[in-house]
């Protein structure tokens, strides 16, 4: 491995859809203990870009390196292992609707390991006060929030006590203060926690300041991968023009929660 704080290393990969090139020597270091958050316009290849690392997509060409191990030459019960270490959060929380808060939180635990129902349900409620969902946890999803779904789907992603989570799009379906919330207890749990966290997001305005590291996609390949303010020294004409139109849905997504918040 390259580099040595990494724990994550994306290099070179390639990977077509027929006669469509999604990505063209994609190169991506993902900090360990870190939040990275990869950006781009839509169809660029970001979800395409967080199967590879899962091993759910092979890429044509290039290495996925996880932990010093390169993913696409894992056997498929070395792959299952090294998936165990991963979170992962797509964009619906995907709960059981016929499930409690509870159950749905408990699932990872009873079903991949041998823990005794007393314990399963100390580390339920351990999560439960984390994410300050006690007191929920017999409701049914249907009866919860939005914001309070991504929090039971955060919930669950952390039974196993991963050392890395995957968040493709959290916030889809959420309005703008919840979104702000959602990245905000994400970013304070991430912080208590420390494991090394991806996000894929559109919210762009709200994760500029949650983020350790934001990785651009753009045309195949990661234009820049930088902390927030190096990113806006960048001098680049795509990233400057990327920058600018980010800085400008701030402005306008600031008025947006202000007159969210006054109720207008
Ligand atoms: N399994 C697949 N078979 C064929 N084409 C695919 C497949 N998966 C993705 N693609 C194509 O690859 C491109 C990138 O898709 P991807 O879902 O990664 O985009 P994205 O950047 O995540 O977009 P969005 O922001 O809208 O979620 C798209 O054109 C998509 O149609
Ligand atoms: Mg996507």
């Not at 005794?116 to 439960?128: G, H, Q």
Request: glycine share 8%; with cysteine.
């Amino acid at each position: 491995m390259t580099c040595e704080n990494c724990c994550i290393e994306l290099i070179g990969i390639e990977k077509s859809f027929g006669a469509q090139k999604v990505l063209r020597g994609v190169n991506l270091p993902i900090r360990r203990g870190f939040t990275t958050v990869i950006v781009g316009e839509s169809g660029q290849g970001k979800s395409v870009l967080l199967k590879h690392i899962l091993g759910l997509i092979a890429p044509d060409a290039g290495q996925v390196i996880v932990e010093g191990r390169d993913v696409t030459r894992l056997r498929r019960s070395e792959l299952k292992e090294l998936r165990t270490r991963f979170g992962v959060l797509f964009q619906g929380a995907a709960l059981f609707d016929s499930l409690t808060v509870f159950d749905n939180i408990a699932l990872p635990l009873r079903e991949r390991t041998r823990m005794p129902a007393a314990e399963v349900r100390e580390k339920v409620r351990a999560t439960l006060e984390l994410l300050d969902l006690s007191g929920s946890e017999d409701k049914y999803p249907a009866q919860l929030s939005g914001g309070m779904k991504k929090r039971v789907g955060l919930a669950r992603a952390l039974q196993l006590d991963p050392e890395i989570l995957l968040f493709d799009e959290p916030t889809t379906g959420l309005d703008p203060v919840r979104s702000h919330e959602v990245y905000q207890m994400f970013h304070e749990t991430q912080k208590k926690l420390g494991y090394t966290s991806i996000i894929v997001s559109h919210d762009i305005p709200k994760i500029f300041n949650l983020a350790d590291y934001i990785a651009l996609l753009h045309e195949g390949v990661i234009q820049i991968c930088a902390t927030p303010e190096e990113l806006q020294r960048c001098e680049k004409p795509l990233v400057r023009a990327f920058v600018e139109r980010v800085m400008g849905r701030m402005y306008s997504s600031e008025i947006e929660d202000l007159a969210l918040a006054a109720g207008i």
